[in-house]
């Protein structure tokens, strides 16, 4: 099993690009999120999902859009970067609200 | 306001000195707290969940305590390799989400 898998590591963008993250699970679990992670700051949750078609919002929503079309997917898109979203951002995934397990990360740059 | 604090920032040790990270957290009804390890350049691998105060688990030389207020994460007779950063997060009964700490960031020289 591959576990929480995301896609792309590392991207940079210029001021007011789009682009979509990808995260991929193959654990069979309903919930799933995506954090981002700045310098001595805890991890922040973006927006969630609890199954297949739902999304909802989080601490840091602003600025970004997410979709769950399928269980095992869930896409984050930044519509118009900016560079307060330079960060490492993180997809996670559990079963119930129990223990989530995190992917490897995506170090975006915005310029 | 639910909130998390974890001290040190910072805590070098030599190889085989314990010593204890804490969390510190305020939440309107605890469900769950976790703890997990996050090395450079990667995500959070998860450690623990502690439900209630009074719970200890272990794994290794790693050891987690709850209380009311605080959770400890006592490590024994560290090795270089348990150097990492190391995060605390409370999830409150009222939701799904998770609040996190900054973490501590653990150096064991050897």
């Known amino acids: 099993n591959a576990g929480v898998t995301q896609t792309p590591k590392f991207r940079v963008l210029k001021t007011g690009q789009s682009m979509t993250l990808l995260c991929a699970q193959d654990?069979?679990?309903?919930?799933m999120y995506w954090y981002r992670q700045d310098p001595g700051m805890g991890l922040r949750l973006i927006h969630y999902s609890v199954g297949e078609g739902t999304t909802a919002k989080g601490e840091v929503p602003d600025g970004y859009n997410v979709s769950r079309l399928k269980k095992q997917n869930f896409l984050l898109g930044l519509e118009s970067a900016a560079p307060s979203q330079t960060s490492v951002y993180f997809c996670?995934?559990?079963?119930?609200?129990?223990?989530?397990?995190f992917g490897p990360g995506t170090r975006l740059t915005v310029l | 306001e639910d909130q998390v604090t974890q001290s040190p920032e910072a805590l070098r040790l030599q190889e085989g000195e314990s010593s204890s990270l804490n969390c510190s957290y305020t939440v309107s009804g605890l469900r769950g707290l976790f703890w997990y390890r996050q090395d450079p350049g990667k995500g959070p691998e998860f450690l623990f969940t502690l439900y209630s105060a009074g719970e200890e688990k272990e794994k290794e030389r790693l050891k987690a305590t709850l209380t009311k207020k605080e959770s400890f994460l006592h490590i024994t007779a560290p090795k270089p390799e348990d150097s990492a950063t190391y995060l605390c997060a409370v999830q409150a009964d009222s939701n799904y989400q998770l609040i996190w700490g900054a973490g501590t960031k653990l150096i064991i020289k050897p």
């Open positions: 654990m069979n679990h309903e919930y």
């Open positions: 996670a995934s559990s079963i119930g609200a129990y223990e989530q397990f």
